[in-house]
T-cell receptor
Framework: AQSVTQPDIHITVSEGASLELRCNYS??????LFWYVQSPGQGLQLLLK??????LVQGIKGFEAEFKRSQSSFNLRKPSVHWSDAAEYFC???????????FGTGTRLLVSP | NAGVTQTPKFRVLKTGQSMTLLCAQD?????MYWYRQDPGMGLRLIHY???????AKGEVPDGYNVSRLKKQNFLLGLESAAPSQTSVYFC???????????????FGPGTRLTVL
């Protein structure tokens, strides 16, 4: 079965600084990979997804992620963080041929002035 | 186009009471899901449905039942609520790609349930 690890529970970044959120997955074949963002009191919104092809994927709000098969990773990056990016971020993995996603435990991003 | 809506937004129950959470989507999606979100545990899948009249168990199905009598609705029931079911519940839906693949899951705003 597939699994997802987000090793950082909290991350604090200064506004304007770059951001990288880590995601490692476990799955025997090429997975489907997703990053979702959850603002306080809200549901989840899709930032980006990887299905196949180019391993660097662009998403909304200036985010990107890179799929690295050799490292089983799908880290989320943003070159310059804005205060409005403060939220919780979830990585999720899906197995091909099944309809279910498995989510990581999330990383809470705090943005300092 | 409302997307995914959930009713109610908040609810407080006493142990042993029952209730039903309603999820509705207006995107004509085939797949629907119920998750629970607990601090430090991310989202865990309770039950899901790949079409009208079909349901399947997810990761944490015990204590919950579901029904999908209409394509646009997915109901989550708690027959006898327990304090361990205090959580935030999210519904999601997605369309189906060819070959049973994935597409984006769209989430509702959540229902905050407290069981005393």
């Amino acid at each position: 079965a597939q699994s997802v690890t987000q090793p950082d529970i909290h991350i604090t970044v200064s506004e304007g600084a770059s951001l990288e959120l880590r995601c490692n997955y476990s799955y025997g074949a090429t997975p489907y990979l997703f990053w979702y963002v959850q603002s306080p009191g809200q549901g989840l919104q899709l930032l980006l997804k990887y299905f196949s092809g180019d391993t660097l994927v662009q998403g909304i709000k200036g985010f990107e992620a890179e799929f690295k098969r050799s490292q089983s990773s799908f880290n989320l990056r943003k070159p310059s963080v804005h205060w409005s990016d403060a939220a919780e971020y979830f990585c999720a993995v899906g197995a091909r041929g099944f309809q279910k996603l498995v989510f990581g435990t999330g990383t809470r991003l705090l943005v300092s002035p | 186009n409302a997307g995914v809506t959930q009713t109610p937004k908040f609810r407080v129950l006493k142990t042993g009471q029952s209730m039903t959470l309603l999820c509705a989507q207006d995107m004509n999606h085939e797949y629907m899901y119920w998750y629970r979100q607990d601090p430090g545990m991310g989202l865990r899948l309770i039950h899901y449905s790949v079409g009208e009249g079909t349901t399947a168990k997810g990761e944490v199905p015990d204590g919950y039942n579901v029904s999908r009598l209409k394509k646009q609705n997915f109901l989550l029931g708690l027959e006898s609520a327990a304090p361990s079911q205090t959580s935030v519940y999210f519904c999601a839906s997605s369309s189906a790609l060819a070959g049973g693949s994935y597409n984006e899951q769209f989430f509702g705003p959540g229902t905050r349930l407290t069981v005393l």
